[in-house]
């Protein structure tokens, strides 16, 4: 109802709905529909297309175009397509339709008679109630399955379908009440009796990236089927379910419907006693959820293995041999589905589900009468409301329009305050790149390690030496004796700077000669080895520069001195050039993160279909 009322706001003229009630429950499907009716009733010009899979909402529709394969079937009204294929309903009418290669082999669904089943039922929930803080999810509910029982699982969005469906498999631990399993009492840690257990999710779940075949034997090592079994038993999957052509086919790439029977065949890869579906067949065509049913009922008829299944198609529901009902987290009412319709005294089954719904929910059972009568409802549209919605319309500019950027950014800044996790990466994760990147990143060079080599040993020398360790760029050992040990303590990085003062240093400066001096560099990180090259060649001039001035030889400095001064940085520190420099850094490079993930999460949660329609 929120996504028709989001989908309604600018008054559109016409108003696509893509299976709008899929995995919706009966009673909200109504609803659903009778506000359509009431909103075309009050803008008879509106035009409105649906696609759909149930079959029973089809049936009334103005028009029906029934397509398969991308091609149209039929188009027409409802009885239009019945009076063509002599059906009883348009369900039926929509499988005479098809091709006769892919309805081959299709027949109505029969239930054979149940074998009663020896040792302790599969299934007893004993008062089983789960909170949720303050809520309550699923409150004091009770039932027994027998083996090789079909047993449906009925109830409202919402009312603790699923979370039973948990606590059963033992993903979650009941507040209240046991849960048994074939006479034990079900534990999150028993892995004998959760290889008893096959589970199939609500939505697909299996690896898309993986082929068919694939994704059957990863499930099987999961639950340890041997090895010398496993690809035999894949084998007889693939057949059994129809699988052998898709087998070395991507699961993303599949059919829904052979999605659903992938799904099945992981799900009972390791023949388990007890198979647990939750919703398998919602957006399924009527053909894929009949042949769904066929491998069913073969299971529980022939192999003797328990279902406990939810859905919503009620002609499903009538398949099983006992359902129950639920609402608000508490079972209504629990037998076969003739008896459930015969003590509502409903036609329908369907009719006896939403009866039930009502009466627990309070609701009035008053017809809405207004939908055919034209007769406005507390729930209808205001009575004035154009025809057409031009006037109702703003126009937006074709490229950018301010409104729009308003509108999405409150929507992000809603949903960061709302997520805790967006909300510590956006805040948490920027101060600690900021610290990373300011204070771990560093390209200081100090405290460099050196030795000396002084083979000459005179005050010339040991003059020349002394610029280094007064040095903060430079901390000295203890001296070295010979180039072995120079070249030992360097390779072991005991020291990064060598120097060798040869003998008569002192003799050759003082006669006026040019005596050298021997540097030697680790050269390992060449940025850090530049780096002392350039300290090493600025002590080098400065001393040269003192013997001038000492030596009164003022003619050896240019009439002109230039002198670097920094205006900001005058240590030339790292951190005081990395930190605001990260600062930039990350305003460019969190909000492009964030909304890097923020489009994932939109096309993860199909929400950016809705930007891409405005």
Request: charged fraction near 25%; glycine fraction near 10%.
């Amino acid at each position: 109802k929120l996504g028709l009322c989001c989908a309604l706001i600018h008054d559109p003229d016409l108003l696509l709905l893509d299976e709008p009630t899929t995995g919706v429950d009966p009673l909200s499907r109504r609803q659903f529909w009778e506000l359509i009716d009431r909103i075309r009733h009050e803008r008879p010009g509106m035009t409105v297309m649906v696609t759909t899979a149930y079959m029973d909402e089809a049936q009334r529709f103005g028009r029906i175009v029934a397509m398969n394969g991308g091609r149209i079937l039929a188009d027409g009204s409802p009885v239009d397509l019945l009076e063509r294929t002599g059906a009883r309903d348009i369900e039926a009418a929509f499988v005479a339709l098809l091709p006769e290669a892919q309805r081959d082999g299709h027949k109505a669904v029969v239930l054979p008679p149940r074998r009663s089943g020896d040792g302790p039922p599969a299934i007893v929930a004993d008062h089983l109630t789960r909170r949720f803080g303050g809520f309550t999810a699923v409150d004091d509910v009770s039932f027994e399955i027998p083996r090789g029982e079909i047993f449906g699982f009925l109830g409202s969005n919402g009312c603790g379908k699923t979370t039973t469906m948990k606590m059963l498999t033992g993903l979650l631990p009941p507040t209240e009440g046991t849960v048994q399993l074939f006479g034990r009492e079900a534990r999150a840690d028993d892995m004998a009796a959760r290889r008893r257990v096959g589970y199939m999710s609500q939505s697909f779940s299996l690896y898309g990236e993986l082929s068919v075949q694939q994704n059957l034997a990863l499930h099987g090592r999961l639950f340890s089927v041997p090895e010398d079994v496993l690809q035999a038993r894949i084998d007889d999957l693939l057949e059994r379910f129809g699988l052998t052509p898709y087998r070395d086919a991507g699961a993303g790439d599949l059919p829904l419907g052979v999605r659903q029977r992938l799904s099945l065949a992981v799900a009972i890869i390791h023949e388990p006693d007890l198979l647990i579906l939750d919703e398998p067949t919602s957006g399924v065509d009527p053909v894929a959820r009949d042949r769904f049913w066929e491998l069913l009922i073969g299971l529980s008829r022939e192999r003797g293995v328990t279902i406990f299944i939810s859905t919503h198609f009620m002609n499903e529901a009538a398949r099983c041999d006992r359902i129950s009902l639920m609402h608000a987290g508490r079972v209504l009412a629990s037998g076969t589905p003739e008896a459930i319709r015969t003590e509502a005294g409903a036609d329908t089954l369907e009719e006896a589900f939403i009866a039930a719904l009502e009466q627990a929910s309070g609701e009035s059972e008053a017809a809405p009468a207004a939908a055919a009568t034209g007769t406005p409802t507390s729930g209808a549209p205001t009575s004035g409301t154009p025809a057409s919605g031009d006037g109702a319309r703003r126009k937006a500019g074709r490229f950018f329009s301010p409104g729009r950027l308003w509108a999405y950014t409150l929507r992000e800044t809603k949903e960061i305050l709302r997520d805790p996790i967006r909300l510590s990466f956006a805040f948490l994760g920027t101060a600690l790149l900021l610290l990373v990147l300011g204070f771990g990143i560093s390209f200081d060079v100090e405290d460099l390690r050196y030795a000396v080599l002084d083979r000459d040993r005179t005050p010339e020398s040991r003059g020349y030496l002394e610029a280094y360790a007064a040095s903060r760029y430079f901390d000295e050992q203890p001296p070295l004796d010979s180039h072995a040990e120079m070249d030992r303590r360097m390779r072991a990085g005991e020291i990064s700077l060598a120097i060798e003062i040869p003998p008569g240093f002192g003799r050759d400066l003082a006669s006026g000669a040019n005596p050298e001096v021997a540097i030697r560099v680790d050269g390992a990180m060449p940025f850090r080895a530049e780096t002392i090259r350039g300290y090493v060649e600025g002590l080098h001039q400065s001393y040269l520069a003192d013997l001038a001035r000492r030596a009164g030889g003022d003619e050896a400095q240019g009439p002109v001195a230039v002198e670097a001064r920094y205006r900001y940085n005058q240590s030339f520190l790292s951190t005081n050039a990395m930190v605001p420099a990260s600062i930039a850094i990350l305003l460019v490079f969190i909000p492009a993160i964030l909304t890097a993930l923020g489009v994932v999460r939109e096309r993860e949660l199909g929400s950016i279909t809705n930007l891409y329609v405005t």
